[in-house]
């Protein structure tokens, strides 16, 4: 799907209407610092493209998921990170609050596992 969704608050980073530190922007994806991180590093990944979740996102645009990835590879390199951890939240009983795709970096700290 291409376009903002009216009302989604990561469709409005990405067109720039929505403030945001943005660190890192590929063709179809936009990094940014996450309002309430929880690690020195935490940085959001979104596809430019409005996807409800990583699955929804896979399915549709293969490339776009790759990107994710890469991306979130290249910041955590800008970073400075050796280790950091890439979390994908799907579906409110785990934890997703934004029904936009992200991709979580978390880095700058001992991470613990299992996590919560
Ligand atoms: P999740 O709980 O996996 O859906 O993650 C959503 C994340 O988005 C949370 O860590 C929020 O702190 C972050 N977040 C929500 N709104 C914004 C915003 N406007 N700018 C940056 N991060 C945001």
Redesign the pocket.
């Known amino acids: 799907m291409t376009g903002g969704v009216e009302g989604c ?1 990561f469709c409005g ?1 990405v067109a720039g209407s ?1 403030p ?1 530190d943005v660190v890192h922007r590929t063709e179809r994806s936009v990094a ?5 991180p ?1 690690a020195p590093t935490h940085v ?1 990944v979104v596809p430019v493209d409005h996807h409800e979740n990583a699955a929804a996102l896979a399915a549709a645009d293969p490339q776009g998921t790759a990107d994710l990835i890469t991306t979130a590879a290249a910041v955590a390199e800008a970073e400075g990170l050796t280790g950091y951890r890439l ?1 994908l ?1 799907t579906g409110r009983e785990a ?4 029904f936009h795709t ?1 991709l ?1 970096v978390l880095g700058g700290r001992s991470l613990t596992w299992p996590p919560g």
């Open positions: 608050v980073i929505v945001a940014f610092r996450d309002v309430s929880q959001l979390v939240n934890g997703q609050t934004v992200h979580h």
